[in-house]
């Protein structure tokens, strides 16, 4: 404590920044050992769940770890009837031909139970041959197309996998705070009000993450509409879970603990401890290099920016689905999530509300993919155009496995929220975070 007390150049920050690192991984892997226990047995007693038991330790991690379930059946045999002949993915085990049994299956209402249920067990078996074959699990580090993996493109698991998976995120949110309070409280150069996590007013808390939670969540439902009427995407179900066994209001649970855990870790993270600390470090280091003090700190703010978007496009570079554009994407993403924190004058709260509403909606209550992120339920649940009859891949559209953030309108989104902001907060804020700044 005395050493950070004494030192206060920008290799003192780059320091902090070193020390915070260090601490956020260590605490948040303590924290997701203790979190892990008790959500590993809750997942054993969900309904519908499948764990494999505690003495199978590389079984229950390699189950923990998944970024697809290829033993779940995804869409329903039911719901690919349903389709249009151009929405049967070539490749999948919804061929043409199997399409046309189901619904001359469903047609008939005359034919004898037992020619029915022969012609329902033969097609089944199948399907699942088919699905077997067609189906592969995604390690955390694949980053290659899943198209010809998955015809129709979306991650699932079961609810009892998205519970620990949860307890991580958590986890690593607890971690991410903890750390901030104990360095901050040794530190005489960075307090928490510094890297944005202040709580003098809890109604300005409440107020900022309000407003960032409406506009994440309304350019999601942006980005929804404009792919329903483009004929990108096709709604086939309201408050599905993948198991049919599961309950839709414990799934979604874990889904909001998992998104809750990740808003807050990584907008701490790279907007608080990398953005905000990195503008004061690189400030004092651009006033020996400018002399004017504007310059300087135009120059600090603008390199911060750049830093921590390209580490928080780089974090996803291992994603299911990712690709160059893809992380272009979401390097805009960082910046926005920067104007979010200056807007603000400099609280993250605005921040960590836009982040959880675009993550919830856009893969939970839209059933869109959010970075590839698997899913256990959706509100209303959705398909991405496979590819055609024609090879015509829709792909670059929708943004495929990947989801929304690797598609067409994923920058027109970034750009609305960014517009809605200004327009919310307008610029008196960021002037004063700045003159404080410097």
């Known amino acids: 404590s005395t050493w950070l007390a004494l030192n206060k150049g920008s290799d003192s920050y780059f320091s902090q920044w070193c020390i915070y690192m260090f601490l956020d991984a260590t605490y948040g892997h303590l924290f997701h050992m203790i979190l892990l226990i008790p959500a590993r047995l809750i997942a054993s007693r969900l309904p519908g769940s499948k764990v494999p038991p505690l003495n199978e330790e590389k079984k229950l991690l390699d189950q923990e770890e998944q970024s697809n379930d290829p033993s779940l059946i995804w869409p329903s045999p039911a719901a690919i009837a349903k389709l249009p002949e151009d929405w049967a993915a070539q490749g999948s085990g919804a061929t043409e031909t199997n399409v046309s049994e189901i619904r001359d299956d469903n047609a008939i209402s005359s034919t004898s139970s037992y020619s029915r249920k022969k012609k329902k067990r033969s097609l089944q078996m199948s399907k699942n041959e088919n699905k077997a074959s067609c189906t592969n699990i995604h390690s955390n580090n694949s980053n290659e197309s899943n198209q010809n993996k998955q015809p129709y493109y979306l991650n699932h698991v079961r609810g009892s996998t998205r519970i620990r998976q949860a307890s991580q995120r958590i986890a690593a949110a607890m971690g991410t705070l903890f750390s901030s309070y104990l360095l901050c409280s040794y530190s005489s150069l960075v307090t928490l009000d510094d890297i944005g996590l202040g709580v003098s007013s809890t109604k300005r808390i409440l107020s900022d993450f309000t407003f960032g939670f409406g506009i994440g969540s309304f350019i999601v439902i942006f980005i929804f509409i404009v792919e329903l009427r483009m004929g990108w995407i096709r709604v086939i179900g309201f408050r599905e879970t993948v198991v049919p066994t599961e309950v839709f209001a414990i799934n979604i649970a874990w889904d909001i603990l998992f998104h809750l855990g990740v808003s807050i ?142 598609g067409v309108l994923a920058p027109l989104a970034y750009i609305l929220g960014m517009v809605m902001v200004i327009w919310l907060y307008g610029w008196e804020e960021l002037g004063a975070w700045r003159e404080r700044l410097v």
């Open 265 to 406: 870790n990584e907008e701490v993270m790279l907007r608080g401890w990398m953005f905000i600390l990195g503008c004061h470090g690189l400030l004092l280091s651009a006033f020996e290099w400018f002399d004017d003090p504007s310059s300087a700190a135009k120059f600090a703010i603008v390199t911060s920016i750049m830093l921590q978007s390209t580490l928080f496009a780089l974090l996803h570079l291992h994603s299911p689905g990712s690709t160059p554009i893809s992380l272009l994407n979401l390097f805009l993403g960082g910046i926005a999530a920067s104007l979010n924190v200056m807007v603000a004058g400099g609280s993250l709260w605005l921040g960590i509300g836009w982040h959880f509403g675009w993550n919830i909606f856009m893969g939970h209550i839209l059933g869109r993919s959010t970075s590839g992120i698997p899913m256990s339920c959706a509100a209303v649940s959705v398909l991405p155009k496979p590819v055609s009859s024609a090879k015509m891949s829709y792909e670059k559209f929708h943004g495929g496995t990947f989801g929304p953030e690797q």
